[in-house]
T-cell receptor, first 115, second 118 residues
Framework: GENVEQHPSTLSVQEGDSAVIKCTYS??????FPWYKQELGKRPQLIID?????GEKKDQRIAVTLNKTAKHFSLHITETQPEDSAVYFC??????????????FGSGTRLSIRP | GAVVSQHPSWVICKSGTSVKIECRSLDFQATTMFWYRQFPKQSLMLMATSNEGSKATYEQGVEKDKFLINHASLTLSTLTVTSAHPEDSSFYIC??????????????FGPGTRLTVL
């Protein structure tokens, strides 16, 4: 089955600086890679996702890159703001409707933005 | 947008009792629902995949007789924690996938249920 590794586990950056979170996955059948932001006691919120036929995707201050050959994908947050402080999870999922098509989460990164 | 609800949002029970958690898709039909468990400061760990009208598929290490899952309709799945013990205390989150979606469709998460077993 799929295994997703995420680094770093904690990240502290100065407000206004950029933050980068990196993930690797093991199952070459995975072709959907969502990123979630979770605040304490709340549900995960999808912030951006990327399909395997795309190398990069950007949405305002958030961008995700995917290297399918190396099975790496990364989240980039630019011009960080205090409200970006949260736990971020990467995830991977293979296509299809089989029982194997399930989202597997990375271990999470606790991002803190220093004022 | 697609909305998934869970009930209750929190529950406290005595050791040895059973607790039922409901997960509903409010504005779409979900042929597949997923149940996750999240311990403090940890990631979401998939417990089982629930398909409407069939038996759930459990992840390795998850006791099917302890965590009973029923997905009787396209909008409702239930998770029953039987004979709960303090180590079952956790944040349980369900998610549902849109019946009408293509193979890349998003999973929508419920708000979670915090279970505390005394």
């Amino acid at each position: 089955g799929e295994n997703v590794e995420q680094h770093p586990s904690t990240l502290s950056v100065q407000e206004g600086d950029s933050a980068v979170i990196k993930c690797t996955y093991s199952d070459s059948a995975s072709n959907y890679f969502p990123w979630y932001k979770q605040e304490l006691g709340k549900r995960p919120q999808l912030i951006i996702d990327i399909r395997s036929n795309v190398g990069e995707k950007k949405d305002q201050r958030i961008a995700v890159t995917l290297n399918k050959t190396a099975k790496h994908f990364s989240l980039h947050i630019t011009e960080t703001q205090p409200e970006d402080s949260a736990v971020y999870f990467c995830a991977a999922r293979p296509t299809g409707y089989s029982s194997a098509s399930k989202i597997i989460f990375g271990s999470g990164t606790r991002l803190s933005i220093r004022p | 947008g697609a909305v998934v609800s869970q009930h209750p949002s929190w529950v406290i029970c005595k050791s040895g009792t059973s607790v039922k958690i409901e997960c509903r898709s409010l504005d779409f039909q979900a042929t597949t629902m997923f149940w996750y468990r999240q311990f403090p400061k940890q990631s979401l760990m998939l417990m089982a995949t629930s398909n409407e009208g069939s038996k759930a598929t459990y992840e390795q290490g998850v006791e099917k007789d302890k965590f009973l899952i029923n997905h009787a309709s396209l909008t409702l799945s239930t998770l029953t924690v039987t004979s709960a013990h303090p180590e079952d205390s956790s944040f349980y989150i369900c998610s549902a996938r849109d019946f009408q979606g293509n193979s890349y469709n998003e999973q929508f998460f419920g708000p979670g249920t915090r279970l505390t077993v005394l």
